[in-house]
Each structure stands twice: as C-alpha cells, then as structure tokens.
C-alpha cells in the first residue's frame, strides 16, 4: 500500500527561468550540495530534446525524518533520486521524479506540474510514499509523505535563491 500526498510551491521567478534552472547541470549540483546539512552530488546528467534527466545522491539527516522513522535507523539516509524534466510549452512542464532510500524498504515517486507566468511559478507535487514494513508502513508513510512536503519547500526556496544569483 502506498500513501498519497499533494504539495504546492510557488516560486516567485518566471516559469522560463524555473525551467531553464530545472535543465542547468549547475542547478541541480548547487541543489544536492544545499538541500541537506550533508552535501550531495549530481551523479548523471542528460540534456534531453527540451529538458533533462538528472540523477542525484543526496543525504537525509536523521533530524528531517519524521521520530517513527528515526527509531528504526541509526543513520543518515542515502537517497538515489531520478528527476526528468519535459520540455516547456504554453508556459508549463511535466517533471517525474522517482527516490529510492538504499537499505531501507522505503521510496518515493511522483509528478510535478510546473506552470507559471512572467512573474511567478508553481510546482504542484503529487507524491507517492511507500514503506513496505508490515503493519507499520501504512502508519509511517503519512509522516514520510509530510517530510517530503517540507523538502520540496526548501527545495522550491533554494530554486529561488539560485535563479537570483545566476539567471
């Protein structure tokens, strides 16, 4: 069973240069090395007809997880993430992104709508949490999904941030 969440960010950068950043090497590796308290790295990027592939290995401290999840790890958690970006048209793009959090029975998928304007962005997250724990992961996976909330939020300030020192 999986649980399933919903985020909105909004981004107040024009949706072109949010898509521009979502297809920028650079981006991507200032993401991974700043979304954490322990860096992360880009391990693979593709430009692709309009967007981009990018796969990262970012960290998790132990402190962002939800305490359920804390009391069955003893470490940080390292998360193999896929993001591919579609090509923008009529001010919008499909982003997917698949997680997989090595050792652990836990991972995470989803959409991401991006549209926007001029002047502003929105990235609308539909998430897709999974524990396969027995009769724990369905009582874990609302707290997962609410941690994921809170990263794409710092992820969307971060974006923020880095269109305004390099677009």
């Known amino acids: 069973m999986a649980t399933r969440s919903e985020n909105t960010v909004t981004i107040n950068q024009p949706v072109e240069k949010v898509h521009a950043a ?6 991507w590796a200032f993401i991974a090395e700043n979304l954490s308290p322990e860096p992360g790295e880009v391990a693979e990027f593709e430009q692709t007809e309009g967007g981009a592939v990018a ?6 401290p132990l402190d962002i997880l939800p305490e359920a999840v804390r009391a069955m790890i003893s470490q940080a958690l390292k998360v193999k993430r896929v993001v591919t970006v579609g090509p923008l048209a009529d001010n919008a793009a499909a982003v997917t ?13 989803g959409d991401i709508n991006v549209s926007g304007d001029d002047a502003t962005t929105t ?6 949490v999974s524990v396969n724990i027995p009769f724990m992961g369905p009582a874990i996976e609302p707290k997962v999904a609410e941690a994921l909330g809170d990263l794409f939020t710092n992820e969307g300030e971060l974006t923020n941030r880095w ?4 677009a």
Do not use: H, M, Q, S
């Open 22 to 27: 979502l297809t920028n090497r650079d981006y």
């Open 55 to 60: 796969t990262l290995f970012e960290v998790l």
């Open 97 to 109: 992104y698949t997680a997989d959090v090595k050792g652990t029975p836990v991972d995470f998928k």
């Open 123 to 128: 990235l609308a997250y539909n998430n897709e």
């Open 163 to 166: 269109i305004g020192e390099n």
